[in-house]
């Protein structure tokens, strides 16, 4: 079924959802005190204060709240200039994932995205499809779980949003979701369309290679990782972008 998109404004800010989800979603749904108050709130690590899953009319879903990284959280926190709704970060992302989804690409099932105006700031939220039965790939590496063909399942899933020109803001062993079925890319704040160049594409694998490292993929030597785990992801990216 086709999105239909959906905007709720009011005194707080404003509210983007997916009618064909549910015929509305309030300021309620954003709260994680909210789910919590009816025993339809747990958290699991990872991310930034970790991750929120409630259980909502519509099922499990991912309830997210915008947090700064890096020395700017300490003076900026959770609050973003404010410089127009359609460029705000909840509903750019929103409308990414609902272009991924057309496009019948692994990610995340948008529901619904939120901001509250705060002066010259907001602050931003954005709800999600759970993915079931998920682990990270940083996850699968810690486990001892990722292998040669692991890696080429990888470098399958990323080929397949570059030759579409999907450029992945943050790509990192924690953004992908492996599950018996298949892999996800998650996570696309700041992430946009672009025009497909080498350049970026190349750049992009490069931030991989180097969270992968840095997670200790390397642990038995860089020509080993090289050999069983970063050229067979490599060799499958290319198949898969030029088949």
Not at 74 to 98: C, K
Not at 157 to 166: D, E, N, Q, W, Y
Not at 174 to 194: A, C, K, S, W
């Amino acid at each position: 079924m086709m999105m239909q998109e959906r905007t709720h404004n009011d005194a707080e800010g404003a509210i983007l959802f997916d009618a064909t989800v549910s015929s509305q979603v309030g300021h309620e749904w954003f709260a994680a005190d909210y789910w919590g108050e009816r025993g339809a709130l747990r958290t699991q690590s990872g991310g930034r204060g970790g991750v929120a899953i409630i259980t909502t009319p519509i099922g499990e879903c991912v309830l997210r709240h915008y947090r700064r990284g890096g020395l700017v959280a300490a003076l900026m926190g959770d609050r973003y200039l404010w410089t127009g709704a359609v460029r705000s970060r909840p509903f750019a992302e929103f409308r990414l994932l609902a272009e991924i989804a057309r496009l019948e690409l692994p990610g995340p099932v948008v529901v619904a995205a939120r901001y509250r105006r705060h002066g010259l700031f907001y602050s931003a939220d954005l709800i999600t499809r759970r993915i079931a039965d998920a682990q990270t790939l940083a996850e699968c590496l810690a486990s001892g779980r990722m292998d040669g063909e692991l890696a080429e399942e990888v470098g399958a899933l990323v080929a397949r949003f570059h030759r579409v020109g999907v450029w992945h803001a943050d790509l990192n062993a924690h953004n992908v979701l492996v599950t018996p079925e298949q892999l996800y890319l998650i996570d696309f704040d700041r992430g946009r369309m672009r025009i497909p160049a080498e350049s970026w594409r190349k750049a992009n694998l490069q931030r991989l290679r180097r969270s992968l490292l840095k997670l200790g993929a390397a642990a038995a030597g860089e020509a080993a990782f090289e050999e069983t785990l970063w050229q067979p992801l490599l060799y499958r990216y290319g198949r898969t972008l030029n088949p």
